[in-house]
């Protein structure tokens, strides 16, 4: 750390970076509050799709009890051909957002397949849908969480280093000036009294 100059420029100096470093705060100390905001969102969303994920898995067991029947080859039925994704700015936190998912269904028989195939594959793309946003509900929540680590760090930095260290700057130079002129005073009484004894002497 460089030394501290104690002169009145310096005062001025650090007066300046003083008005400049509260007048950031506020500002920081906001954005760190709408980051918070978004990321109490973005759990949110990941908790609603996790419930949506068990709705449908309950729905698909008591719908379809017959999925236990294994003679019937029920694999490949959909596959995930493509995701496509966005993007939204929040508060200079890029995340991604879901426009949709690109789903492909196996041809099937309908008269050679039992009549719950239908309903089953709806509910396999619906399953696949869910899984892909749970996926991009981790990743929103993940970058949130980094950037509220990040401004609070700032924030912090701000409201429990530079701030208090400049303040105590300004007293010390303060302090150190006004003692300077108070000496200044000192000598300059002492300098007129001997000057006055000379002359009277």
């Not at 969102?41 to 908790?47: D, G, N, S």
């Not at 949506?52 to 490949?76: F, K, N, T």
């Amino acid at each position: 750390m460089a030394r501290l100059s104690l002169s009145k420029s310096s005062l001025t100096k650090q007066t300046r970076q003083l008005q400049t470093f509260e007048r950031f705060l506020p500002a920081l100390d906001l954005k760190r509050k709408q980051l918070m905001t978004e990321r109490a969102k973005a759990l949110q969303a990941r908790e609603d799709t996790l419930a949506a994920i068990a709705a449908l898995r309950e729905e698909v067991r008591e719908r379809l009890p017959m999925l236990a029947h294994r003679e019937i080859p029920l694999d490949d039925l959909v596959h995930l051909k493509g995701v496509r994704l966005g993007e939204e700015n929040r508060m200079g936190t890029k995340l991604p957002v879901l426009l949709g998912v690109d789903l492909e269904t196996t041809d099937y028989g309908l008269m050679v397949q039992p009549h719950w195939v239908e309903p089953l594959v709806e509910a396999i793309g619906r399953m696949l849908e869910l899984r892909v946003r749970l996926a991009l509900d981790e990743q929103r929540v993940a970058l949130l969480e980094t950037a509220v680590r990040k401004v609070t760090q700032r924030v912090n930095l701000f409201d429990k280093v530079l701030i208090p260290r400049t303040q105590q700057n300004i007293k010390t130079i303060r302090i150190y000036l006004s003692d300077a002129e108070r000496a200044a005073v000192v000598r300059s009484k002492i300098a007129k009294a001997k000057r006055h004894r000379e002359t009277t002497a």
